[in-house]
């Protein structure tokens, strides 16, 4: 593969792995146990972050410059 293909694979494995940590925090949330609404805003914040980076990393495959 290429490197573009490289960086967006880790850049995608980053964000899926917070992704997962976001949906244990709305899980437990939703099940009424108690959270620390600081720990969350950051983890949320830094779930944007990497968003940001994956979308900046696909953005060659979506939409090709001609």
């Not at 709305?26 to 950051?42: E, H």
């Not at 914040?45 to 900046?56: I, M, N, R, S």
Request: proline share 6%; glycine share 2%; charged share 35%.
């Amino acid at each position: 593969m290429t490197v573009q293909w490289d960086e967006l694979r880790v850049a995608y494995e980053e964000w899926r792995s917070q992704r997962d940590k976001y949906d244990r925090w709305m899980t437990d949330i939703a099940a009424g146990k108690p959270y620390d609404k600081s720990a969350l805003q950051r983890d949320l914040e830094e779930l944007d972050a990497l968003h940001k980076v994956f979308l900046q990393k696909a953005r060659p495959f979506v939409h090709p410059k001609p």
